[in-house]
């Protein structure tokens, strides 16, 4: 059960991240690499994410279903 709860933290943590990007690309106008450095951390929280799903459907904490199962 805590398995599902770290997905959707870090799902809110990649939408973050998200919006502090886009929030930089705004105010700081290229000047600075804030906006670069907020993507950088999304794409490694999505990669974190991905391993972590694989890991836990190797050990049988999550089971993929259809769109409908059933």
Do not use: C
């Not at 973050?16 to 930089?24: D, H, Q, V």
């Not at 951390?41 to 974190?48: D, E, F, G, I, N």
Request: net charge positive; aromatic share 12%.
């Amino acid at each position: 059960m805590i398995i599902k709860y770290l997905i959707v933290a870090l799902l809110i943590a990649i939408m973050i991240s998200l919006g502090s990007g886009l929030y930089f690309m705004f105010t700081d106008k290229g000047q600075t690499k804030r906006m670069v450095n907020s993507l950088t951390v999304r794409v490694a929280l999505s990669v974190l994410l991905f391993v972590l799903l694989f890991i836990a459907w190797y050990f049988g904490l999550i089971q993929p279903h259809g769109v409908m199962p059933g």
